[in-house]
């Protein structure tokens, strides 16, 4: 009798501890709530000081993003106009292998039930895959939270109409703008063709054929014309007849897609490229000190956000300074190339079911609309922003590019924009695109036949779009 | 007073036995029984997401599981149990090896436990960053390429990576670094409970290592032995983290890396139930013909000894 009373004050002990426990852990949460909520109230310093911590339910920004391109924009041009009582989250999700779109895809379906502070209220997107959320009720129509025609009217037209659903709703808006030149070595360019003057050096990559006489001179001279399998990718993808899919959801190979392939068998076998793969270490070593590539074919984002990083010597995490000198900054040159493309470019979506319209709206205002402060992110940033008015005087301006030795490639940047047509894309691109590089690769290895890696693409693709039909 | 204590002993002892068998069947039945019931009922249905429009469910029979097996479901089966044989094969050659080292006493081994320990690491790390870490080291550029390269062994970086060879070879030196350690232990384990006179009994006849090797130590830890054999097939079944971390949820290259779970992975990744609830399905039923397998040899293996202890 005696053990059962002991036992039973054993468990109820247990028991005790139990609830207990659970007891602390729930206060301890309470406080640290109560924490951050204070906490949150001193940054808004000057907040009236009625402002209750209930009052602040929704005034929670969610931002959904794939890289931190955008937040440091937010953060040098935005964040010091964020009215007080606002926080600014961004949930960064990287976009390979369709990881992004899927996180973002959950959040959207969830977006009712979600709470407040929860909701997606403004998410980017790409060209690959804009049309899928254009032509969905996940998006709002910004002139609903008060974007104007007026607003948008210096805007580069297919920035516009891509945004746009069946209907004519503007979906989305965009600050940039990624028209694409070939960026080349200008110490190599002197080395092997005798001169590093953008005009002259065009002429030696004036069209495809060109590009290859050039290639072997490269290759002669031991460099490589570009880095890998993948390089040229966008100058074909982007000047396709037709999109990926038709209307009856078969997969097409355009007939530039098959050029490609052949382009790149062409050059590996030849021995023009280095094999590497896009945004590898080995690929991004191409365009830093020790690199061996003439060139890249590139938008204004990856020449300020990709190229300018990687050519640094001490690179910025250990203290270096993107300034000439410093690596191979500033030995770098721009050129149209071959062919007009567009690649990439982000487009900023207000989120159906947002509370925070008003604040979206100021920050699409702010970065896609307003001359001054895109003028700036020219200046600073290097960037192609999407305002004809600014990029047009900017590149009649003294504006030079450090990083491209001074030159100011802007009027270039501009022509192409002009050029660019952005009707032959589909929701899938970003899949098709990705999975196509992929397979193919395995061909240019040598690992299997053309055909093989067809079939493998198309396996692969099905996988991720179980509705796309294949032949 | 007396009897009735013994009475009421009687029945709670029974009770007590139930009550703390129910905690295991809650969450037996939570976890794992009503998902898996879940998991055939959902492999019935045309069940998948198209961007942001949900497709589906419809009911329709048994068109999932046609379909899978028109796809490529016996090459990446293959895949599988190449890369699994592939990790295994040295994995039980030098686990046998290093048991019987450990066990034996004539060889008076200093610091086994410290041995044990070592070998026992790699299973420690996570598999994700232990993926990675390979990764980083064979990449084209990687360390192991520059050191092969400086010692004259290679003139031009080996793309382990874009290799069939290399990137399953890879994969293999992978699961049998994460795993020998664990079997070394479990088949000393194995060895150590074996009777002891029986190597004496051995060697006083005569038998040379080798014999009592293949005499006494392989016939005895058999049972043990096929147990490590088809857990380690049915792990390796599931194989999954190391080939998707190694070729970055590719199965690069030719989908010659792809097992049956990053095959099952790719389904979920278009949310597709259906197709996936079947694969889950045809992988549930694999897996339970190899459990039966094991059961069987083992309670198979425990009657025949017992009929032998009997005859003698």
């Known amino acids: 009798m005696r053990k059962r009373m002991f036992s039973l004050v054993l468990c109820a002990a247990m028991m005790a501890g139990m609830v207990t426990g659970c007891g602390s852990g729930a206060a301890t949460g309470t406080a640290g709530d109560a924490g951050a909520a204070e906490s949150t109230g001193a940054a808004a310093e000057g907040t009236a000081a009625t402002q209750a911590a209930g009052g602040d339910a929704g005034k929670v920004v969610n931002i959904y993003c794939w890289n931190d391109e955008f937040k440091a924009r937010y953060d040098d041009y935005y964040a010091s106009k964020l009215p007080d009582g606002y926080t600014v989250n961004f949930i960064t999700t990287p976009s390979e292998n369709n990881a992004y779109q899927n996180a973002l895809d959950e959040a959207l379906l969830n977006q009712e039930s979600a709470a407040a502070d929860d909701k997606v209220d403004m998410f980017l997107v790409e060209a690959d895959y804009i049309l899928k959320y254009v032509n969905s009720d996940a998006t709002m129509d910004i002139k609903e939270i008060g974007i104007t025609d007026d607003d948008m009217s210096k805007q580069y037209d297919y920035t516009k109409v891509i945004a746009q659903d069946t209907n004519g709703a503007q979906k989305g808006i965009s600050w940039q703008g990624c028209p694409g030149l070939y960026i080349y070595r200008r110490s190599v360019a002197k080395e092997v063709l005798g001169t590093d003057d953008p005009a002259k050096v065009q002429e030696y990559i004036k069209d495809w054929s060109a590009f290859d006489e050039t290639a072997a001179k490269m290759k002669d001279a031991g460099y490589f014309m570009v880095s890998g399998y993948d390089d040229t990718y966008r100058t074909f993808s982007n000047n396709v007849s037709a999109p990926w899919v038709d209307a009856d959801l078969n997969v097409v190979i355009d007939p530039k897609m098959e050029q490609w392939v052949e382009q790149t068998e062409d050059y590996t076998a030849k021995g023009y490229n280095e094999k590497t793969k896009l945004w590898a270490p080995e690929w991004a070593a191409g365009q830093g000190p020790t690199g061996k590539v003439f060139g890249y074919f590139m938008p204004a984002w990856g020449v300020d956000f990709v190229m300018a990083g990687n050519s640094l010597e001490k690179a910025e995490a250990d203290g270096g300074k993107q300034e000439v000198g410093n690596g191979c900054y500033g030995d770098w040159g721009a050129t149209t190339g071959p062919e007009s493309y567009n690649w990439g470019g982000t487009w900023i979506c207000a989120a159906s079911g947002t509370d925070n319209g008003e604040i979206v709206a100021d920050i699409m205002k702010t970065i896609c609309c307003d001359d001054e402060t895109m003028k700036k992110i020219v200046e600073e940033k290097n960037d192609f922003v999407n305002n004809k008015t600014v990029m047009e005087d900017m590149a009649k301006s003294d504006y030079s590019s450090a990083f491209l030795g001074g030159q100011n490639p802007l009027q270039m940047y501009c022509d192409a924009a002009a050029k660019i047509d952005m009707s032959k894309i589909s929701p899938y691109d970003q899949g098709l695109n990705e999975e196509f590089q992929n397979c193919m690769r395995d061909y240019f290895d040598g690992n299997v036949d053309y055909d093989t890696a067809l079939q493998n693409f198309y396996t692969v693709i099905k996988e991720k779009y179980p509705e796309l039909k294949t032949n | ?312």
């Open chain 2, 1 to 312: 007073m007396a009897g009735k204590e013994k009475n009421k002993n009687k029945v709670s002892y029974a009770k007590w036995g139930y009550i703390f068998l129910v905690p295991f069947f809650v969450i037996y039945i939570i976890f794992s029984l009503i998902p898996l019931i879940s998991t055939f009922y959902n492999s019935l249905f045309e069940n998948y997401r198209s961007g942001l429009t949900q497709i589906g469910p419809t009911f329709v029979g048994l068109q999932n599981f046609v379909t899978i097996f028109q796809s490529d479901l016996p090459k990446y089966f293959g895949n599988t149990l190449i890369l699994w044989v592939l990790g295994f094969i040295p994995q039980i050659t030098i686990s046998l090896l290093l048991a019987i080292w450990f066990t034996d006493l004539k060889l008076r081994l200093k610091a086994t436990g410290f041995f044990k320990t070592v070998i026992y690491l790699p299973n420690v790390i996570m598999a994700a960053s232990f993926a990675m870490l390979f990764f980083a080291l064979f990449s084209d550029e990687g360390p192991i390429n520059d050191l092969l390269i400086s010692m004259g062994i290679l003139g031009v970086p080996f793309r382990f990576m874009s290799s069939v060879w290399g990137t399953r070879g890879l994969i293999g030196l992978m699961n049998f670094m994460m795993w020998f350690g664990n079997t070394t232990i479990m088949l000393m384990a194995a060895i150590m409970g074996v009777d002891k006179a029986l190597f004496e009994a051995a060697e006083i006849d005569g038998a040379k290592s080798f014999q009592i090797f293949t005499k006494i130590t392989i016939p005895t830890i058999k049972p043990i032995f096929i147990y490590v054999l088809i857990t380690s097939l049915v792990g390796g079944l599931q194989m999954f983290d190391v080939p998707q971390v190694l070729t970055n949820g590719k199965g690069t290259p030719d989908r010659t890396s792809t097992t049956l779970i990053m095959f099952l992975n790719n389904h979920l990744y278009s949310k597709n139930y259906g197709m996936a609830g079947a694969l889950s399905v045809i992988l549930f039923i694999v897996t339970g013909i190899l459990s039966l397998i094991v059961f069987s040899t083992l309670t198979g293996g425990f009657q025949h000894k017992k009929k032998a202890g009997e005859k003698k």
